[in-house]
């Protein structure tokens, strides 16, 4: 167990690709960090800098107080699972277990104890003769867990552990994982591009774009609070609405509907909306017509224009497509973001529901 | 005792008489102990002696045929003349000992025995008694003889005749028998250079026309370069005379289901001094040089034993290849061999025919590829594709061609 | 589904005579007597000759020595074609192991070093192959009569491409698992390449087992005499005068059928997957 | 969608020390593996054995093959004359080296074509059937253990003129088969028995790369097209495509230089104007003849003629062929 | 454009198998039919039969008016989206459409149009002269739809087309689907293993298991209604929490709390309850111990236990870990089923709000 310090880390790949720049990350002792953002964003070329599978060009990784760039991976003491699990198809689901503690000539007896007590815990005692290729995909998955757990290493890395199951068990193998992470305190590392597995995973989130990070921050307040429009569409579920507003007088304009006065200089403005703080209204608000309706039995996502934009709001009513709806919401959870550099913009003050 | 081996390329039958050969050997003696090894065929065999000499990892003893003489005995470092060798070991040595026919194609110029005449044959034609019979006609002593009597053989329903390995029978045979120079430089035994073949004369040319005219007449059968596919339609029968081995007896006895008998190979009567004896056919063993003296004189032991007559006629009587001494031809027939068995008996009588200046053989270097291209020429002569004056020009020139190459490996 | 048309198995059933057909005529033969091969040709019916036939092949004592029979000669080929395919799966798959697993310089090179090798097969350079032999003391030595052979590409292709299929997490989690070069070859690669090893341990055990003019040329001994060569010198007599042992060259033929088929009806399942799986 | 293409940035170049670094690494822009061990001795230790066997039996006597091109060598190794280019000019300028160049390459051509023919029907065929599939595999495979002098035996004899049931069968339809005398006869056997040793090897290897055709690729051709052999033309054979491009070069170097002992049998041992491959003259030459500097230069030339090949058919065909 | 009609049918493969038993379903033209179920139920098999990949060995299908039991697939006009695309790998995004135009002697022109059509449709323009393998997944899987699409056939059939992209894409590309099938108005027979794929697409939803019909309706009336245990834990999510509950004289009782009234013999009974129609109340209703939270952003789940049996609740509270809380729920929204056969018992009247 130890802290994990990421030190103006960047990655050049041999063709000129620059795939990393600049990511600097300090993780505390016992931390879950999930690393978020879209494919070919550099979550997996960080995490295997991190592991040493592949060279740091620039900047520095400390494991612990060691510095790591120059260590193999396996004298840095990490333990990675993979997407696809990479278990050993000829070795016994023990076998694979053990195999990581055998090559470092770990007492039989000890590995015998490790290897027990975490198919104990992963409730995997049953498959211990067992190969992989006669196991289920949660299974194997809790077996490359495993590999990794009875390593007791000082760090966790996880490559989108989970994204080869099905979404049913998707749900269930995210929840023993952050168990097991607290039962373990052992810091993680967990890339992912699947918005709301980092969401109830991570204590900290780490969002990157483009090989940059775009935002650090717990789940929540990177929900709450995202840094630009880039976090604010990728974070959440269905996606926050970003709309094309202006900023009159101090009157935040959508569409020609004044939503609310802001402190903020005239000009262009981008307005990000989610679907669950809107609600509708019986008269006034902003019109909204309605496009088409996503049924999720719990709730509906309704779909529409307002004006040539669209938005999306969460309801249990009866709209049909072509109705004509009103939509408002509270002036605190408006999100203005610069239309120009993406950036939050943060306004002093808000005055009033919106269209009134 | 003193091991020395003995590299050959017989299988079958003939590969296992060597072998009771050797045990023979070993068993008269107790100072040399001889291990006879099988190295494929002919070709194999001699291209395994080139390469194990160029390694040093030659065998005492290396089996030789006709084709490849002239490659070995061109290489002077490589053999000791068996002559020598036999001589140097204090052991009696007579030329006068050898049928007259055996006596000169392993030998240099004078006469000297280079290598060991072992297993020989000649080319003899065999006949279908049968057809001869039904036919009313005598078997042939000349080609005029042939072209009287085939017509009737056809008559009577049979394929006149038919030949094996033509290079052999219709070319270096037809050079011996009717006593026609081969090749410049006394047939090549007094030198390399400048060696030259003769092959597109008229005579030979003749041969081989009248071969063509019979071919077509249906007098005679061509059925390519191999050996069996022309010895087929006698053994079913079809044919009334076959030329082959004298070596093919033992075979024939087997798969021939008629009585038949063998005469010399005709000749022509109208070449002047024509019906001289043949050339041996078969292989003789070298003694390869870079051997200690030990070795070698044992190597000489065996030499003595197998011309010995008892060898001579145990080997003769269970292949079917003559015995290579007067003493054991007189031997097997005081035994009444031929007298059960007069077939056997054609061969050696026509090795002992009276030689001629062109009947000793022939020396020339690359030789088995120069056979390459007269079969090559053969088939087209056959088909039509070729004039034969056309076919033995590209013989010559080719031949010519190898024979200067041959000379320049000389160094 | 796909509908089975008749036509399917006609197509497969005249391939299959095409191609069984003449052996099963090598074995009906090989009960007959030379003398009615010699004049009659090939049989498709059994004669009565079979068993004394293959009483001869299997028992008669050969040789000079007496020692040849068909079981030495059978013992031969066997040690030729383990030794061959055992020989080759070893050198090739760790040739394609440094190929496909390391970074370093003239690895391309290497490559087109070995896959050149395709290009010039043993009976085209033999007569320097085997002055080689003897200058390195090699000749009469099961070493000698092995080692030449292993000098072609074909299983060093075969494995690099196997290899080359090989998930890439495979390697990245034996590295963090602690496994160097070695560990990784012998723990992971090696058990992993089972059936690409049937494959072509089949492949290259019906060579080695077939092998005739190196053997031929690179051993005197007797006891280095393979069933292959027990054909070769039944049948090399039919170019001059005598009738060769037809019947006993195909019994050897049929006997020298049995192992490499008994291994393909063994293995068959594995050979195909195995072959198969490189390409994936 | 969530794609952000990292090609806005633009890749840099890398800088000369990148540059040096990796060539001295032997890292490349297109590494085999993602990830391999580093440079050091091990690499070189595993592939020693197969180098050194392949430096010491391949490229030294090829090499030796090459200097004795270049002389003219008494076969005992008595004398030799250098005589340059002569072994090859005296090759090269042969009308004889040349046909048999030419029927080696038509033999190449109608053998490659007619055994990678008939050995993708039977694999399509057996991967059709379920119903006695094994016994059609195993019956087909097993051809392949037949030891090639028995196979030319067999073959020797089936083209028998006098008896072999070919023969009889051409006669039926009026043409009397000569092989060993007539040029085109001796053709059709070589051929007919080359196809038939061949034939089990390609059908192997078809068919695994039949089943490692993706089954729902199949079956959605299968829904796209009624036609059977449409189906085959235009999604199943291009698919084939790798597999038959590695076929294409071993049945190649099959009939360019294992066919050998096929025409040494069917010719008996004399060739006489019958056809022969350009490995077979080398053999004949070498071997047989005792010419070792012809025989080395014929077969340096043939060395070239393989290479040029392969080349050729890597640059030309392989980019035709379409991988996973 | 046709109806689809099952009847009876069945599927037992060569080694016994019995995969599919006895299916009736009726599909009306442009209707859109989603088939769901675990792995292994059967979804595929059934599928399959209709495309004629496999022998039907019971019952019979008919296409519009034509019974196809028999019929190649090539003949039977339908169209079929595989989960891995199953791409012509060698031909262009172009060909691969055309291809099953050219098969059927299209006019080249029409073909032309058609698939202009549908790349414009599909956003596929760019990339037409392109072999699958340049195609990132989720356009790979919109050529897979056009490849359907412009053969225009009487039925579409997709088996899982989906669950092989990301969480995000599959929720873009799910909706590009709908809109296409009712724009085109195409019968369609889909399968998905995702409850959610499931409600947001269907028409009418079938859901198998063990090769058996368990419902069939829309996807709402399957939601609200769940025919049985079966069903109402697979669709919803998170999964409708399934407890032992007893009725005691007309009582609902759970953990020793009275829920309501129902009008229902004694005995035991399986209660289920759907997480967001749970709320929290100060004081009184049912006491839960929270287990753990996961926080969605929108909202939070909370996770907790009911005397030894597990819940979850939706909320937007700030409970943590190890509180206890009180939560109640209207009568009317509680799901009751047959303790030993898991049907649904629709009981008559519920009175008043689970524990007062
Ligand atoms: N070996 C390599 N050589 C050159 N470029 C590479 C290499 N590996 C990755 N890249 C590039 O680096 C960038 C980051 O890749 P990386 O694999 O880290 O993305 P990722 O965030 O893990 O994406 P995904 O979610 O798809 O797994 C991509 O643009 C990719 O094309
Ligand atoms: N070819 C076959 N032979 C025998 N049994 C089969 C075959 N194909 C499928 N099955 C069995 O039939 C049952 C139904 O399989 P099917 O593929 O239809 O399931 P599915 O519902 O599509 O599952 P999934 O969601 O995993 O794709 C399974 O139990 C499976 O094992
Ligand atoms: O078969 P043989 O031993 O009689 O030899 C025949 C010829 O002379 C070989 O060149
Ligand atoms: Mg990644
Ligand atoms: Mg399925």
Known sequence: MAELTLNAVGKTYSGGVKAVSGVDIQISDGEFIVLVGPSGCGKSTLLRMVAGLETVTDGEIHIGSRLVNQLDPAERDIAMVFQNYALYPHMTVRDNMAYGLKNRRTPKAEIETRVAEAARMLELGQYLDRKPRALSGGQRQRVAMGRAIVRQPAAFLFDEPLSNLDAKLRVSMRMEIRKLQQRLGTTSLYVTHDQLEAMTLADRLVVLNGGRVEQIGAPLEVYRKPASTFVAAFIGSPAMSLLDATVEGGRLMLEGHVLAEVDHKAGPVTLGLRAEDLRLVARGGVPMRVEYIEELGAHRVVHGMVGDQSLAVVDQGAEAPGDLIHIAADPARLHLFDAATGQRIDVRSRVGEFAR | ?411 | MQKIKPFDHLILILGTLFLCVPVLMALMSSTHTAVDIHSNGLFITPGSNGYATYEKVLTHRGGFTGDVTGLLMLKNSLIMGFGFAIGKIVLSMMAAYALVYFRFRFATVLFWMIFATLLLPLEVRIMPSYQVMSQLHLLNSYTGLIVPLLASATGTFFFRQFFKSVPDELLEAARIDGAGPWKFFIDVLVPLSKTMMAAIFIIMFIYGWNQYLWPLLMTTDESFYTLMRGIKSILQVWVGSQIPDYNEAFALAVLAMVPPVAVVVIFQRMFIKGLTESDK | MTDTPLSAQGPTAPSFLHRLRDWWSGETANPVKRVQFGHGLTPWLFVLPQLAVVVIFFYWPSAQAVTSSFYIEDPFGFGSTFVGMENYADALGSKEYLSTAWFTAFFCVVVTALALGIGLLLAVKADKVIRGAESYKTLLISVYAIAPPVAGLIGMMFFDMHMGPFTRLFAFFGHELRVGVDYWDTTIALITISVWKQIPYNFIFFLSGLQSVPVSVREAALIDARSGWRRFKDVTLPLLAPTAFFLLIINITYTMFDTFPIIDVIVKDKPANNPMTLVYKVYLDGFKGNDIGGSSAQSVILMVVVAALTVLQFRFLERRVHYG
């Open chain 2, 1 to 411: 005792a003193t091991d020395i081996t003995w590299w050959h390329g017989m299988g079958g039958r003939n590969g296992e008489v060597i072998n009771e050969i050797s045990q023979k050997f070993n068993a008269s003696q107790d100072q040399c102990k001889l291990t006879p090894i099988s190295k494929g065929t002919y070709e194999e065999a001699l291209s395994s002696g080139i390469a194990a000499f160029r390694s040093g990892e030659q065998p005492n003893i290396l089996q030789v045929f006709d084709a490849g003489a002239a490659t070995i005995i061109a290489a002077k470092g490589a053999t000791i003349p068996a002559e020598d060798l036999i001589k140097g070991a204090g052991e009696k040595f007579n030329r006068e000992d050898f049928i007259a026919g055996v006596r000169n194609f392993y030998a240099d110029s004078d006469g000297k025995f280079i290598g060991m005449p072992f297993n020989s044959s000649a080319p003899i034609m065999y006949l279908n008694t049968e057809a001869f019979e039904k036919a009313g006609v005598e078997p042939p002593k000349t080609w005029e003889d042939f072209e009287k009597i085939a017509p009737k053989l056809k008559e009577a329903g049979y394929l006149p005749m038919t030949a094996s390995q033509l290079t052999w029978m219709m070319v270096e045979n037809f050079k011996s028998r009717n006593n026609q120079q081969f090749a410049t430089n006394n047939n090549g035994y007094d030198g390399i250079k400048g060696t030259e073949l003769v092959a597109n004369d008229a005579n030979q040319v003749m041969m081989f026309e009248k071969l063509k005219e019979w071919a077509d007449q249906g007098l005679y059968g061509f059925y390519g370069a191999g050996w069996a596919d022309n010895l087929k339609p006698f053994e079913e029968g079809k044919a009334a005379m076959w030329i082959g081995s004298s070596g093919s007896f033992g075979g024939l006895q087997k798969s021939a289901k008629f009585p038949f008998g063998a005469v010399f190979m005709p000749y022509w009567g109208s070449i002047e001094g024509a019906g001289t004896q043949s050339f041996i056919g078969g292989a003789a063993l070298f003694a390869m040089a870079g051997k200690p003296k030990a070795e070698n004189d044992c190597t000489a032991k065996f030499f003595t034993f197998l011309t010995a007559p008892e060898t001579q006629v145990y080997w003769h009587e269970n292949t079917g290849y003559v015995p290579v001494t007067e003493a054991a031809y007189e031997l097997a027939k005081s035994q009444g061999y031929y007298d059960e068995k007069p077939v056997a008996e054609v061969g050696i009588q026509q090795l002992m025919l009276p030689g001629g200046e062109w009947t000793k053989g022939y020396r020339m270097g690359f030789y088995p590829q120069i056979r390459s291209v007269m079969e090559r020429e053969f088939n087209r002569i056959f088909s039509g594709e070729v004039s034969v004056k056309d076919a033995f020009d590209t013989i010559e020139s080719e031949g010519n061609a190898l024979l200067a190459r041959f000379a320049k490996t000389a160094g």
